[in-house]
C-alpha cells in the first residue's frame, strides 16, 4: 500500500499542473458492481452514482471533465452534480458516451451557461444511467481547464471537396462518355464517345489528389480527335515527368474537356483505369476449403491452433507506418515510388513475412487489415505525413492523406511495397490475397478518422484510398480485391456522427457508377445487436428488409439479398462477402453463458452455410482480452484466467466441428437453446425489399 501511494503522488507529480486526477468510488458504498484494477481501470456494471474526488486544490477558471473510455452501447447523457451537498439544482448534463468498441477519449466542458460551478465545491458525483446488463470501464478521469477555442466548431480542411458540389456531380447526367481506361506496362489507352461539337476537344489527366473545386482542375490536357460517329482512342505515356520526377499515371483519372470562350466545360466524369498489366497472370486465387476462419491471427501464439480448429482464412492487422521512414536508418533499404525515396524496415517486413509464409505453408488465405495511425495523436514524420490532415484525437486510427501530393505518393509508396512482396509467384515472403481497407468506416469518427465530414465528403476520402489499392494491387495479382470494412449498423446509423453501412455502401456505388467501378468486396461484421447478449435470435432491430435497423447473425439473408442487387454487382458478377469480425460474448464462466455463446455460433454458421454471397467468417475474438470493456467473445478464457488460463470453451469445440463430419451432431445440442427443432427454421426463405 505505502509503494502504491508513493508511485500515485510521483504519477500525479509528473501530471502538468492544470490537470488533476480523480479517484473514484461508488456512491453508496462497496458492491461487485463497482470494481478497479491495479491498472487504474475502473468497471462499471448498471446503473449507479460515482463520487470523483479531486487528488489536489481545485484548478480555477472553466473546467472540462476528460477521460478515456470503453463501452459496447454506449451510456446516454448523464448528470454530474457538483458538491457536498449534491443539489439537483446544480445538476449539468453532459454529453454521452457513445457506443465504443475501443479506448476513446472523452471531454466534456463543467461550465455551462447559466450554471456555473458553486463556490466550495470539493467532489463531483457522476449519475450514471447504464443499462442493467451494460459495462462502462473507465481511465485516466481528471479535470483541467478548458483550453481556448476547444469547444469551438471546427473548419472543414481544404483537402476535401464540398458536399454539395459532390453530390450534384455524382448526379449530374454527362453527355459524353470514357468508356474504357487501360493501363499497359508503358502506355495508357482511353477510350469513349463525344456527343455534340467535336472541335477542340481534351483530354484531362486528374491526378488522384485533386479534388472537386480545387484549384486545379488538371495536370495536363492531350488533343482528342473524334471519328465520324463521335468515338474517340488514343493512347498515352503511362510515365511522364512531373515535377522533375518520374511519375506514373496508374493513378489519374481522366476526363473530356471542350475548350470554349468561357473555359473548359466537362463533358464526362473522371475515370480511373479498369484493366490493370498484371505481371503474374498464373497466380492462383484464394480457395479456401471451408468458411471457417480466424480474425486477428498471429503464428507464434498457440503455433498448432489453425490446424486443430480447421481454419481457411486469417485476417492480420498491418500498421502501415511501422514499414517505412522518410530518412536512411540503419536496417533500412532504399526504394523508389513516383521518383521519391523512401525506406523499407526489413526487419518490420520481416516479422510479416513470418506470418504470411506460415499460413501459406497450410493453405490459409490471408486478408490484411491496412491501418493508419492517428497524426492528431501525435507519431513521428510518417504518420504525420501518411495520416490525414482533418484527423480529431476521437479516432483510434485515421483516414490516409489521399488529397495532398506527398500523403498519396508516401500512402502508394508503401502499398507498391506490400502489394508486390507479398504478391510473389515463388512465395518466398507468404502470400497476401486480399486488403481490408481500413476499419469500420461507417464508424469512422472512432476507427478511420479523418474528421467531421458529410457522409458524401467522407467517401470521397474513403473511395479515394479503396481505388488505390486496387490499382497498385492488380499490377501484381490481378485476383486481389480491396474490402470495405462495415459494422453490423445499416440503416439505422448507431450514433450520431457515424454514417450507417447500407449509405457507405450507396455511396460508394455512386462514385463507381460515375468514375468507373472496379473490383472491390464487402467486409462486413455482423455482430448481435447488443456486443455482450450473444442470444442472437432474439435480436429485436434485425428485420428481414433492407431498411433493417442492423445487420446481425439473425438475417444475415438481408445482406445477401442486398448485395445481390444488380447496382451493387460487378459487371454482373455479385461481389464477395467476406464476414472478417465476428464473436459472440459470454457474459462470464457460467454454463449458461458460454451454452448461450455456442449457440449464437451455430445458428450463425448454419446461416452462412446455406448463402452463396458469403465466402468467409473470421470469427473475432480467438482468445479473451481483458482490454475489451468487460467482454468474453474469445473461443478461449482470459489468458491470467485462475485455474483455467486459455481454457477452451464450448464454443471453441463448436467451431472446431464445423465444416467436419461432426458439425450437425455438435451444432444439434443447441437448437433447444435457440428454441428450434432444425436449422431449417433459422433460414429466412421469403422475399426481402
Given amino acids: ?130 443499462k442493467p446488463d451494460r459495462i462502462l470501464q473507465i481511465r485516466n478521469v481528471r479535470i483541467r481547464p ?35 481506361v487501360e493501363v499497359g506496362i508503358g502506355t495508357i489507352r482511353i477510350s469513349g464517345k463525344a456527343v455534340g461539337p467535336t472541335e477542340v476537344l481534351h483530354l484531362a489527366d486528374v491526378p488522384m489528389e485533386f479534388v472537386l473545386g480545387g484549384e486545379k482542375r488538371y495536370e495536363s490536357l492531350v488533343p482528342v480527335t473524334v471519328a465520324g460517329d463521335g468515338s474517340f482512342s488514343l493512347e498515352v505515356p503511362r510515365v511522364i515527368k512531373r515535377d522533375g520526377r518520374d511519375h506514373d499515371r496508374l493513378t489519374s483519372r481522366w476526363q473530356l474537356f471542350r475548350k470554349t470562350a468561357q473555359g473548359e466545360e466537362a463533358l464526362t466524369h473522371g475515370r480511373y483505369a479498369d484493366v490493370v498489366a498484371c505481371r503474374a497472370l498464373d497466380l492462383p486465387p484464394a480457395k479456401p476449403k471451408t468458411k471457417k476462419g480466424l480474425g486477428g491471427w498471429t503464428p507464434n501464439r498457440l503455433p498448432g491452433e489453425l490446424d486443430d480448429l480447421g481454419i481457411s482464412s486469417v485476417t492480420v492487422n498491418m500498421m502501415i507506418h511501422s514499414l517505412v521512414s522518410l530518412d536512411p536508418a540503419p536496417g533500412h533499404t532504399p526504394f523508389q515510388w513516383q521518383g521519391r525515396t523512401y525506406y523499407a524496415d526489413e526487419k518490420a517486413l ?15 488465405m490471408v486478408s490484411v487489415i491496412l491501418l493508419v495511425a492517428n497524426p492528431a495523436r501525435g507519431g513521428d514524420k510518417v504518420v504525420r505525413l501518411l495520416g490525414h490532415p482533418g484527423a480529431t484525437k476521437d479516432g483510434t486510427f485515421a483516414m490516409p492523406n489521399v488529397t495532398s501530393p506527398d500523403g498519396l505518393a508516401l500512402y502508394g509508396a508503401i502499398l507498391n511495397l506490400i502489394t508486390e512482396r507479398w504478391s510473389r509467384t515463388d512465395g518466398v515472403h507468404g502470400r497476401v490475397h486480399h486488403w481490408i481497407i481500413h476499419n469500420e468506416v461507417d464508424a469512422g469518427w472512432v476507427w478511420t478518422n479523418a474528421g467531421a465530414l458529410p457522409d458524401v465528403v467522407y467517401m470521397d476520402l474513403y473511395q479515394r484510398s479503396m481505388r488505390l489499392v486496387s490499382l497498385i494491387a492488380r499490377q501484381y495479382d490481378s485476383n486481389s480485391r480491396p474490402f470495405i470494412s462495415l459494422t453490423h449498423h445499416w440503416a439505422n446509423k448507431g450514433e450520431a456522427r457515424w454514417y450507417g453501412s447500407k449509405r457507405m455502401l450507396e455511396l460508394l456505388t455512386g462514385f463507381c457508377r460515375a468514375e468507373g467501378d472496379f473490383p472491390w468486396a464487402l467486409a462486413y461484421h455482423p455482430y448481435p445487436q447488443g456486443l455482450g ?88 475474438n480467438w482468445i479473451d482480452n481483458r482490454g475489451e470493456g468487460g467482454l468474453r467473445i474469445g473461443l478461449r478464457k482470459f489468458p491470467d484466467e485462475p485455474g483455467d488460463p486459455l481454457g477452451k470453451k464450448p464454443i471453441w469445440f463448436l467451431y472446431q466441428a464445423l465444416g467436419g463430419p461432426k458439425e450437425d451432431e455438435i451444432a444439434a445440442r443447441y437448437l433447444p437453446v435457440i428454441g428450434v427443432t432444425s436449422w431449417d427454421q433459422v433460414l429466412h426463405r421469403e422475399p426481402i425489399r
Fill in 350 to 364: 520481416a516479422g510479416h513475412d513470418q506470418t504470411f509464409r506460415e499460413a501459406e505453408k497450410r493453405g490459409v
Fill in 146 to 180: 478548458e483550453r481556448p477555442g476547444e469547444f469551438d466548431a471546427k473548419p472543414v480542411p481544404g483537402s476535401v471537396a464540398e458536399a454539395p458540389m459532390l453530390e450534384a456531380y455524382l448526379k449530374r447526367a454527362m453527355p459524353s462518355s470514357i468508356d474504357r
Fill in 1 to 130: 500500500m505505502i509503494r502504491l501511494s508513493l508511485f500515485l503522488l510521483a504519477l500525479v507529480a509528473l501530471l502538468p499542473a492544470a490537470e488533476l486526477p480523480l479517484r473514484l468510488e461508488r456512491h453508496d458504498g462497496p458492491h461487485p458492481s463497482f470494481t478497479q484494477s491495479p491498472g487504474g481501470v475502473t468497471e462499471i456494471r448498471g446503473p449507479m452514482s460515482v463520487l470523483a474526488t479531486p487528488g489536489g486544490a481545485i484548478p480555477a477558471g472553466n473546467l472540462v471533465l476528460e477521460m478515456e473510455y470503453f463501452c459496447a452501447g454506449g451510456v446516454a447523457s448523464f448528470a454530474v452534480l457538483p458538491g457536498p451537498p449534491f443539489d439537483s439544482k446544480t445538476a449539468r448534463y453532459l454529453p454521452a458516451f457513445g457506443n465504443s468498441e475501443t479506448w476513446s477519449p472523452y471531454v466534456a466542458a463543467l461550465v455551462q451557461p447559466g450554471k456555473p460551478l458553486p463556490k466550495g465545491w470539493s467532489q463531483l458525483r457522476l449519475d450514471l444511467p447504464l
Fill in 533 to 620: 447478449n450473444p442470444r442472437t435470435w432474439e435480436d429485436g432491430q434485425a428485420t428481414f428488409d433492407f431498411n433493417t435497423a442492423k445487420i446481425t447473425p439473425k438475417n444475415l439473408e438481408v445482406l445477401d439479398a442486398f448485395m445481390k442487387l444488380p447496382a451493387l454487382r460487378d459487371h454482373g458478377k455479385v461481389r464477395p462477402v467476406h464476414l472478417s469480425e465476428n464473436g459472440f460474448n459470454s457474459k462470464d464462466y457460467s454454463e449458461q453463458s458460454l451454452t448461450d455463446q455456442a449457440a449464437g455460433m451455430a445458428l450463425a454458421w448454419k446461416k452462412i452455410q446455406s448463402i452463396s454471397s458469403i465466402e468467409a467468417w473470421q470469427y473475432h
